[in-house]
């Protein structure tokens, strides 16, 4: 090789050595994938579950998992199970959340489908309440994280549907009262009746709004699921802009088979551009499976958000 061309060549390896180092990388078992951008930090708060990326983070350990999250981006994590977790844990995932800089979605307080629900009369729930939102309260002021999801229950057909609405709005407010001076907020999460979780008394966005207008406390919000809601409704970005002030959360999962966006119907660009426009600043929880099995999997997730994430 003459000494110019050489010079030439050399030049040119150094460089492209240079932009594969600064490329975002993510390390798997069979080596490097790379992935567009993949540590930019995204326009908004999606949040991944402790565990979806298990195999590019190649670790179980949820420190290891929050710290693989904040570096790809990601400003936000969510744990349904989060109270079920050993206090110990509790508190090293609180420690290593505000650390990093995220945000955590809300975890699950309570979501039993069977007979105890919020449809009952306030004398015969009162005491499950209480020591339910006792719950609540030590995870709360134990992590931090004060934003706890709660599915009022089953509808009951032996009382009147009016009256299961004013029992539910008594039985939050008395909830609200309690865990309110706490600066929790409870979000209740309707749930499609078609598919996934037939006769439950919430189902449908204008039900939540009218229950959060009622009980009229900044501690009981909606999380509203795109996912369940496509399955009861549709009509997606219009129901969250008129209940846009009662909204605290968001879940995402595409439909038909609730994976990543971009695997089903859901036009997600659309309603993450809203969401952007509205100056959103709350978490969306990645609240689905992935399409694909392992690693391409986990990656195929990261790259779908790539690519809805608003320009």
Known sequence: MKSRSRRSFLRGT???????LSAPVILTGRGREYIPDADRPFK????????????????????????????????ALFDNGFPGRPEKEQEQIADKVQKTGLLMGPWVLHADFGNTSFVLPHR???DFLTAKMK?????????????????????????????????????????ADLVGPEGMTLVLEPLNTLRDHPGLWLTKMP???????????????????????????????PNIETCWDEIAAFHVGD???????????INYKNIFSYL???????????EH???????????????????????
């Open 124 to 126: 015969e729930v009162r």
């Open 276 to 286: 952007l426009s509205r100056d959103y600043k709350g978490v969306i929880c990645m």
């Open 135 to 175: 719950e609540g309260i030590e995870v709360a002021r134990r992590s931090g994280f004060r934003m706890a999801l709660v599915v009022p229950g089953r509808y009951d057909y032996r009382i009147h549907p009016d009256i299961q609405l004013a029992n539910v709005i008594e039985n939050l407010k008395y909830c």
């Open 207 to 237: 039900q939540a709004y009218q229950v959060c207008k009622a009980v009229n406390s900044p501690a009981v919000k909606i999380v509203d699921d795109i996912y369940h809601q496509q399955i009861s409704e549709g009509n997606l970005i």
């Open 14 to 20: 150094a460089a492209t050595g240079a932009a594969l």
């Open 44 to 75: 908004l708060a999606y949040a991944p579950s402790l565990g979806m990326f298990r195999e590019l983070c190649g670790s179980d350990a949820p420190l290891d998992n929050i710290q693989f999250i904040a570096d790809k981006g990601f400003r």
């Open 255 to 265: 439909n038909p088979g609730r994976n990543e966006p971009t695997t089903g119907e």
């Open 289 to 311: 499976g992935r399409s694909i099995k392992g690693v391409e999997g986990a990656r195929r997730v990261i790259e779908a958000y790539r690519e809805c994430d608003p320009v």
